[in-house]
């Protein structure tokens, strides 16, 4: 059984510093509902199809599937939900975890989240020193409810 277990935090880019090498990512949904997710994502010149289950805690059932590239975009531009989730991603290593960056444009400029996979719920992490807030549970920061509630609508 293929499980993802990650928590979801906000960042402080001032307290970060420079960034290298980060991937652009592109992303899009063939179905969301409260059960599975269903996922195409490009990231730089590889693609995949992902099937997420729905979170109990901070876990949930993941499947990934590398596809060809010009489906993938044909499915971003044909079959997928809109708007396209677009982002940079940057894999910073701190304290013996990979930390993913997320840098995001479009309807979600300004929004910048980073997310850290764990071997357990109860795994001990240490906090970087630009984390700010936790939302893990927080609905509204997962990338398919960034589709249909973009950042830049959000209520200040």
């Not at 592109?26 to 179905?31: E, I, T």
Request: glycine share 4%; hydrophobic share 35%; aromatic share 8%.
């Amino acid at each position: 059984m293929a499980l993802e277990i990650e928590r979801k935090y906000l960042v402080d880019l001032e307290k970060l510093g420079t960034l290298e090498n980060g991937s652009r990512i592109k992303q899009a949904y063939l179905s969301t509902n409260k059960d599975a997710v269903v996922r195409v994502r490009v990231k730089n010149d590889k693609a995949y199809l992902t099937i997420k289950g729905s979170n109990i805690g901070v876990t949930r059932l993941e499947f990934e599937y590398e596809i060809p590239l010009d489906e993938a975009n044909e499915m971003l531009d044909k079959l997928c939900q809109k708007p396209v989730i677009d982002k940079t991603r940057y894999l910073i290593t701190h304290e013996n975890h990979i930390w993913e960056l997320d840098i995001f444009y479009g309807e979600n400029e300004g929004l910048v989240v980073v997310e850290v996979e764990l071997s357990s719920e109860d795994e001990t992490i240490i906090l970087p020193s630009w984390v700010k807030e936790e939302v893990t549970t927080d609905a509204r920061y997962y990338n398919s409810n960034l589709m249909k509630h973009p950042f830049k609508d959000w209520q200040k």
